[in-house]
């Protein structure tokens, strides 16, 4: 019974040591994807920062990689930077776009493109909407749903860490 308990444990700990080496450090200024247009728009509600780190993996394998040349297109704002990095993406009320992220390194002296697309997740409450009014009658019922919520006002926010993934 002992050694059942372990082997979760043991299982977890290989999959930890996966990823090996220290982590790379950012050293470069946080690179800004939020324009002065969008600072204005009414909608706008804040901006996001996202940590974009690369990553080699062999088999399960990985490790981080770097510098990788990268594009970052939000808005209608481009960036470019290297990896890892810092950036900083509008956030708007009610329809905040998703960040396009495209990185180039030379991975076993070829030439590799990646990317990913990183979508803003919606915070707001959808069990908070609407109102369901049933009336039935001996098996019979019928059903209604009105929306008071205001979908312009959702709130979004965009996750802390993205990888982008580079194979051999």
């Known amino acids: 019974m002992r050694f059942a308990a372990l082997i979760p444990l043991g ?8 990823g090996t080496g220290p982590k790379l450090p950012i050293t470069q200024p946080v690179v800004n994807l939020v324009s002065p247009q969008a600072e204005a728009a009414d909608d706008f509600h804040r901006p996001d920062l996202i940590e974009v780190r690369s ?17 970052a297109r939000a808005n209608g704002q481009e960036a470019n930077f290297e990896t890892p990095a810092l950036i900083q993406v509008p ?7 998703s960040v396009l992220i495209q990185c ?3 991975v076993g002296g070829i030439a590799r493109v990646t990317g990913t697309t990183v979508d803003a997740v919606n915070l707001s409450r959808p069990d908070n909407e609407g109102v369901t009014i049933s009336v039935g009658s001996e098996g019979a019922s019928v059903g209604a749903v ?7 006002k959702d709130r979004f926010d965009f996750p802390a860490k993205v990888t982008v993934t580079f194979a051999p």
Do not use: H
């Open 146 to 152: 009105v929306s008071l919520r205001n979908r312009d």
């Open 55 to 71: 990553i080699l993996r062999e088999g399960i394998n990985w490790r981080e990689i770097g510098p990788a040349d990268c594009t």
């Open 11 to 18: 299982a977890v700990a290989a999959l930890a040591a996966c």
């Open 104 to 106: 180039r390194m030379a």
């Open 91 to 97: 956030v708007f009320f009610g329809k905040t776009r």
